[in-house]
Nanobody, 115 residues
Framework: QVQLVESGGGLVQPGGSLRLSCAAS????????MGWYRQAPGKQRELVAV???????NYADSVKGRCTISRDNAKKTVYLQMNSLKPEDTAVYYC?????????WGQGTQVTVSS
């Protein structure tokens, strides 16, 4: 089993920054894909950013240039640095990892961008 613990969400003003963290634990030899998704009220869950074990990344067009995903393989942790936040970034952010072809999800952390 794989457990994911997210942290770093909260309330921030437009233009502000937040850094999300997600630590994985359990019987893990290696993690292939690590990523962040988000779900706003009334909308479907969508990709924010993913990073592969080799370091290649993919971002949603809506966050390109404002967000940076990174990972620390030794700590089994993935980060999402979000800058220049907009009200439309308000959502529950979910961490996801893929281990041996199985996707695991965190419980989510709320990010609210509001003045």
């Amino acid at each position: 089993q794989v457990q994911l613990v997210e942290s770093g969400g909260g309330l921030v003003q437009p233009g502000g920054s937040l850094r999300l963290s997600c630590a994985a634990s359990g019987s893990i030899f290696s993690i292939n894909i690590m990523g962040w998704y988000r779900q706003a009220p009334g909308k479907q869950r969508e990709l924010v950013a993913v990073i592969a074990s080799g370091g290649s990344t993919n971002y949603a067009d809506s966050v390109k240039g404002r967000c940076t995903i990174s990972r620390d393989n030794a700590k089994k942790t993935v980060y999402l640095q979000m800058n220049s936040l907009k009200p439309e970034d308000t959502a529950v952010y979910y961490c996801s990892v893929t281990v041996l072809g199985v996707d695991y999800w965190g419980q989510g952390t709320q990010v609210t961008v509001s003045s």
